[in-house]
T-cell receptor
Framework: DGGITQSPKYLFRKEGQNVTLSCEQNLNHDAMYWYRQDPGQGLRLIYY???????QKGDIAEGYSVSREKKESFPLTVTSAQKNPTAFYLC?????????????FGDGTRLSIL | GQQVMQIPQYQHVQEGEDFTTYCNSS?????IQWYKQRPGGHPVFLIQLVKSGEVKKQKRLTFQFGEAKKNSSLHITATQTTDVGTYFCADLGGFGNEKLTFGTGTRLTIIP
């Protein structure tokens, strides 16, 4: 089945540690996105990529980094500079022609501080 | 930056009652997309509204886009337990804007 796979489902980070969240899609979508969701809150955009080897900062990019070396993959690194990383992280992709196509989401990764 | 507010933040209804969530912006909305997120799940696309005054229906769900394109609403008739979740509106922004700006969401709980 086509879809978006995020791993791991749960992740724990120690102080001063960088962690990387995986996002893989087999939908052949060009655009991919990373969102952060805090309890009872909406989704805030961290980074997005419209094409391989290109990405742009979203609204809350500080303390995060991404890469887009392959069309299928858009990993997110939560660096030690992100002082409040505990949240639910969602990866999404968008395909088709035109910007008004819907976004498809993975099942998310819950990140907590140890 | 753009802010998209939704009201109410929470809504508890008896099963069979109707439910409405409102999406408001101080700036003109471009294209509105609605998503549903079940508890513990991920957002799932429901529908998109593009035109001023547009009304679309999906079974018991009715979506509206305001005439001035500054608000939108989702109305559910005769709620069922399967309607539980958080409903988000999201604005696509102007032409060429890749970013969705999500509303704050309305969490719906159903009392059986």
């Amino acid at each position: 089945d086509g879809g978006i796979t995020q791993s791991p489902k749960y992740l724990f980070r120690k102080e001063g540690q960088n962690v990387t969240l995986s996002c893989e899609q087999n939908l052949n979508h060009d655009a991919m996105y990373w969102y952060r969701q805090d309890p009872g809150q909406g989704l805030r955009l961290i980074y997005y990529s419209q094409i391989v080897n290109d990405f742009q900062k979203g609204d809350i990019a500080e303390g995060y980094s991404v890469s887009r070396e392959k069309k299928e993959s858009f990993p997110l690194t939560v660096t030690s500079a992100q002082k409040n990383p505990t949240a639910f992280y969602l990866c999404a992709s968008r395909g088709g022609q035109g910007f008004n196509q819907p976004q498809h989401f993975g099942d998310g990764t819950r990140l907590s501080i140890l | 930056g753009q802010q998209v507010m939704q009201i109410p933040q929470y809504q508890h209804v008896q099963e069979g009652e109707d439910f409405t969530t409102y999406c408001n912006s101080s700036t003109t909305l471009s294209n509105i997309q609605w998503y549903k997120q079940r508890p513990g799940g991920h957002p799932v696309f429901l529908i998109q509204l593009v035109k001023s005054g547009e009304v679309k229906k999906q079974k018991r769900l009715t979506f509206q886009f305001g005439e001035a394109k500054k608000n939108s609403s989702l109305h559910i008739t005769a709620t069922q337990t399967t309607d539980v979740g958080t409903y988000f509106c999201a604005d696509l922004g102007g032409f060429g804007n890749e970013k969705l700006t999500f509303g704050t969401g309305t969490r719906l709980t159903i009392i059986p």
